[in-house]
């Protein structure tokens, strides 16, 4: 098994603990998020009817032009705040947070930070 596979592994298994715990319903849905070396992506989900709320993502043509590099902090944060300003928007104001295995520090600290900021409660 090579390091990159071990690490992906790792992952995986960090995310399962984490799903077993953290479940999105319709008063509190859930925030998660995904990230790779180039960029950044969240989503809303309301688990118990299996649908996306709202999304925002570093790929997105509007976020594109705002951040030349999706895969830093300030690419994370201009994401948090777009994303949290969609949930306002559609009436969401509590979420539960989804770290989808990755550890909480830089770009995911840097989302959350910038959705608590914006106005969504964790």
Known sequence: ???QTRKL?????????????V???????????FRSNQH?????????????LCQASSQ???????????????AADQV??????????KGIEKVAFDRNGYRFHGRVQALADAARKAGLLF
């Open 1 to 3: 098994m090579n390091d």
């Open 9 to 21: 592994a790792q992952r995986l298994r960090r995310k399962r603990h984490v799903r077993h715990r």
């Open 23 to 33: 479940f999105g319903t319709s008063e509190r849905p859930r925030l998660t998020v």
């Open 40 to 52: 950044i992506s969240a989503q809303i989900i309301d688990d118990s009817r299996g649908v996306t």
């Open 60 to 74: 997105n043509k509007a976020m594109a032009e705002a951040v030349k590099y999706g895969g830093n902090k300030a």
């Open 80 to 89: 948090g705040t777009a994303l949290a300003s969609a949930a306002k928007a």
